[in-house]
């Protein structure tokens, strides 16, 4: 699926120069075959008042992790796409460290696609189970 074997992290990172992604501390980790994996940091930046994450920074770690595999795979048909729909249950909370956003494919269709993202923890305890629906979109001429 993924063309991994040919795509360097190296080249990934950057694209997320300028965005909520950097903002947020969010780093591209591994992309596998049919997997994309992203960290991003417990802090000052994506806890609530309360001291441990919160729930809409790890919606915006899944979102932007779902996306992105999503565009990776549409770079060559002029094509891109978009969040249609997310959801997700948060399991267990987290005070400090990494989360880890991994998405993979349910379902990729030529108008849509259904990512699953699983966050975890440093222990790789499941911390947030989301899904993402995004729209396929024709690039602008």
Request: charged share 20%; glycine share 8%.
């Amino acid at each position: 699926m993924f063309d991994h074997k040919n795509i360097k992290i190296e080249q990934l990172q950057p694209i997320l120069t300028g965005t909520m992604s950097e903002v947020l501390g969010m780093e591209v980790v591994e992309l596998g075959a049919d997997y994309l994996t992203m960290k991003m940091p417990v802090d000052h930046r994506t806890i609530q008042p309360h001291g441990i994450l919160n729930g809409g920074a790890s919606m915006a770690l899944a979102e932007s992790v779902a996306s992105f595999a999503g565009n990776i795979l549409l770079q060559k048909e002029n094509k891109h796409c978009v969040g249609l729909e997310i959801n997700g249950n948060h399991l267990k909370s987290v005070r400090s460290g990494f989360v880890y956003g991994k998405a993979s494919p349910i379902h990729i269709g030529r108008r849509t696609h259904v990512w699953n993202i699983d966050i975890t923890d440093e222990e790789q305890t499941l911390v947030c189970k989301a899904r993402m629906t995004l729209a396929v979109i024709e690039n602008n001429k």
